[in-house]
């Protein structure tokens, strides 16, 4: 909900809102990333000049990526007031957008490649940031370590079963616990800082250039760890349209960042005085014993808000990618009367559990599994800044030189961080890629394959006009009552309804043409409807929803056709739908194994009348073979 329809909520609420659900990501890399770096620069030989280094790195990551790129720019590009890599495709011009029937545009591609590498990091948030924090306890007492993936498997699958609940009540307990989790980074961190405050000096860059410095072009390889403290920076832009830009900006600028810097400088000032605890330095923070198990009970709590925020995430994104015809229809849950965000998807839900169980089995330490986290993130930090690249040249009309100084600035930081990663790529890497691949498939497959039918239904059907006429031809008789055929076109007659009558010869007294749209934009303001009245009884509705809305069709048409007094008696009606079935023979253009995995995902999908919400007693199903 856009900002400017101002959320109605205080200010005060909505960055209480924000603290607990935007900053679970990055306010939970303190666990692990300090750690990582360490261990990249071999904490057994790490000098004091490495820590340093590695602290001036997190710091200027944190501003730059976080700080400048997300919250001065990228969080600008709005679509009514929601972010996302979807939202900022909507914003790039249609011209840009379009394709050729059955293809897709290199813009949209490139959206796509972003959106399919987020699944990635759905899957390895949760994974990572409950391993790092259940390992607190091995750091307690050894005799834990067994226990640390069982213990993580089982929170996991506590946080994976309750989603079907929704996050209504439980989102409540956010924004205080990560207010409590915040606070103790801050307590702790500068408390170790007021015993050695020479270690702000690595607040200065040349800490960070004099690292590559020593270490040569092989030093590269520790950006690969560095990144990790801003792999929610993706997530500020993502859930903008929840809470709004100067909620998040306020909460960043005023506590969440400066408790993060006091949490890595504090560990790194821990660590000066103590260089055993570079095996694990957050945790050392306190005494072992009693403080440290308090400790992993605030971070593993801390860990599932910050999963809870990319599942949902992965929920949202899901939602759009349906909306925008790059995905399968699925059942979408409304776990929320009030907050339309706020939904759950089983299907989604049971891959993410599946993939998170098998990461934590796989990999059973945060640092192994953190070798697979980069390469999603910074692939997407990348794509991010060049859609926004084009947003600004294309729709904002900026010059060519102003446009790509900001380009080349993003790409500054963004392209050696994701070189890093890809080095990583045999050490955990290929998961992220993987998963990408899995669901890039998926979208793009869907998408052209449903472009393929529109395009053979067109060829078949090339107009209106001799469409009618096969009708006519056919037609020996109208009988009484009102049929609704589904139209996936505004402008030309359905192929089921030919279909429909060419067996049975007959048609209904009064017949709307039903056309469903997806706005490019979240939700639908003013009317979302259209009526044209057409000849022999015909009528053509088209109904718009935002990509961010529930396609609950009815209520609309019910509206619709009263205002346009139809004869529309509801439990009389019958709805007509078609369904396809594909040969997926060598001869078509998608080639057999492309269309065999169309065919799976097509049968696999939510019925039509499910997903708009249409009386299935009242709904006919005509099907159809085809060739694509």
């Known amino acids: 909900m856009p900002e400017h329809n101002a959320h109605r909520a205080s200010f005060r609420g909505l960055a209480l809102g924000a603290l607990g659900v935007v900053f679970g990501d990055i306010g939970t890399s303190p666990l692990y990333t300090l750690k990582e770096c360490l261990h990249a ?39 009514k007031g929601e972010g996302g890599i979807f939202a900022l495709l909507a914003l790039v011009p249609e011209q840009l957008r379009a394709a050729k ?25 949760p994974a990572i940031s409950v391993l790092g924090a259940v390992e607190g306890l091995a750091v307690a007492d050894a005799r834990f370590g067994v226990a640390v993936v ?66 040569g072009f092989s030093g590269l390889h520790i ?34 960042g400066p408790a993060l810097l006091l949490a890595y400088f504090g560990q790194g000032a821990h660590a000066l005085r103590n260089p055993e605890s570079m095996a694990n ?16 009970v605030l971070s593993s709590m801390a860990a599932v808000i910050a999963s809870q925020a990319l599942i949902s995430g992965a929920f949202s994104l899901t939602h759009q990618a349906m909306q925008l015809g790059f995905f399968p229809r699925v059942r ?21 559990a599946a993939g998170c169980l098998g990461l934590v089995i796989a990999f059973g330490a945060s640092s192994r599994l953190a070798a697979a986290y980069g390469i999603a993130v910074t692939g997407t930090m990348a794509i991010t800044s060049a859609m926004y690249f084009l947003v600004v040249r294309k729709t904002w009309n900026w010059s060519l030189g102003r446009a790509l100084a900001l380009l080349l600035l993003f790409l500054a930081f963004d392209l050696p961080f994701l070189a890093a990663n890809i080095g990583k790529f045999f050490d955990g890497g290929w998961v992220p890629v993987l998963i990408g691949l899995i669901m890039l498939t998926i979208m793009v497959l869907w998408n052209r394959g449903r472009a393929l039918i529109a395009q053979k239904y067109r060829l078949r059907f090339p107009s209106q006009e001799a469409a009618r006429q096969r009708v006519a031809a056919r037609l020996v008789a109208r009988v009484p009552g009102t049929a609704v055929f589904m139209s996936s076109s ?29 706005a490019g ?47 529309f008696v509801g439990d009389e009606v019958t709805y007509y739908l078609g369904r396809e079935n594909f040969v997926a023979s060598p001869g078509g253009q998608m080639g057999a194994v492309a269309e065999s995995i169309f065919s799976v995902l097509q049968r696999n999908a939510i019925a039509a009348d499910r997903f708009f919400g249409l009386p299935h007693q009242q709904v006919i199903e005509i099907g159809t073979q085809m060739d694509l």
Request: glycine share 10%; aromatic share 10%.
């Open 41 to 79: 620069a071999g904490h057994h030989k790490a000098t004091e000049a490495d820590l340093y280094g590695v602290l001036s790195l997190i710091f200027w990551s944190l501003t730059l990526v976080v700080t400048m790129k997300y919250l001065t720019f990228i969080m600008r590009a709005d679509n």
């Open 101 to 125: 029937p059955g293809k897709i545009s290199a813009v949209a591609m490139f959206a796509v490649v972003g959106a399919a590498l987020l699944y990635g990091d759905g899957i390895i948030t």
């Open 150 to 215: 069982p213990i993580s498997c089982l929170i996991l699958v506590g946080l994976f079963a309750i989603q079907s609940h929704g996050t209504e009540t439980v989102g409540k307990l956010f924004g205080p616990v990560m207010l409590v989790w915040f606070s103790t980074l801050a307590v702790l961190g500068g408390y170790h800082i007021s015993h050695n405050p020479e270690i702000l000096g690595a607040l200065l860059p040349h800490h960070a250039i004099g690292y590559f410095a020593h270490h």
């Open 223 to 256: 950006l690969a760890s560095v990144v990790l403290a801003v792999t929610g920076g993706e997530a500020l832009y993502a859930d903008m349209g929840h809470f709004g830009i100067r909620p998040i900006r306020a909460v960043w600028l005023g506590f969440v």
């Open 281 to 296: 330095p957050f945790f050392s923070m306190v005494p072992a014993g009693g403080a440290t198990y308090a400790l992993v």
């Open 332 to 352: 979408v849950r409304h776990t929320a009367h009030q907050m339309e965000g706020q939904i759950y998807i089983p299907q989604v839900n049971y891959f993410l």
């Open 490 to 518: 505004a402008d030309m007659l359905p192929p089921v309804l030919v279909h429909y009558v060419e067996r049975s010869r007959s048609l209904q007294e009064t017949v709307v043409l039903l056309t469903i749209q997806t």
């Open 521 to 567: 934009e979240p939700g639908v303001t003013g009317k979302r409807y259209t009526v044209t009245r057409q000849e022999d009884g015909f009528y053509r509705i088209i109904v718009r929803f935002g990509f961010m809305e529930e396609p609950n069709v009815l209520p609309v048409l019910e509206q619709a056709v009263r205002e346009a007094n139809i004869p």
